[in-house]
């Protein structure tokens, strides 16, 4: 059935036909994504207990920060030495800028930590 306007010009159908491809590929993406070894924070507590000595970072400008502190709180809990360092005035890929042109103060900062912390426990 043709539509038309007010002026007795047809209307063109301008909706968009969605194609979500395979049906099954939500199933395969929650199993790869709740993959422990995907996604860690998600993992169970008992897979946690004994891993090695964990060093997470985390910049207050980043989306994922909070993620990061619960999982060194699950570390913890489940017995993992755990170092955090929260550095509040760093942004997600703020280790780009440790030297170069664009250098940053908190950048070269973090890098002087992590390589103190390696130098003190590896």
């Known amino acids: 059935?043709?539509?038309y306007d007010n002026r007795g010009f047809?209307?063109?159908?301008?909706s968009q036909k969605l194609?979500?491809?395979r049906s099954d590929i939500t199933r395969e993406f929650i199993d790869k994504?709740?993959?422990p070894y995907v996604s860690p924070l998600i993992a169970d507590p008992e897979l946690l207990v004994g891993l090695p000595r964990a060093y997470i970072m985390t910049a207050g400008y980043d989306i994922i920060r909070d993620d990061e502190i619960m999982y060194a709180t699950r570390l913890r809990q489940a017995g993992v030495p755990t170092?955090?360092?929260?550095?509040k005035t760093s942004f997600h890929t703020a280790l780009m800028f440790s030297e170069g042109p664009f250098s940053l103060n908190i950048a070269r900062q973090t890098v002087s930590d992590i390589v103190s912390f390696l130098h003190d426990h590896v």
Not at 10 to 14: A, E, G, H, M, P
Not at 83 to 87: D, E, F, M, R, T
Request: aromatic fraction near 6%; avoid cysteine.
């Open 83 to 87: 170092h955090l360092i929260n550095n």
């Open 10 to 14: 047809q209307k063109k159908d301008l």
């Open 33 to 35: 994504m709740t993959d």
């Open 1 to 3: 059935m043709k539509a």
């Open 19 to 21: 194609n979500f491809g």
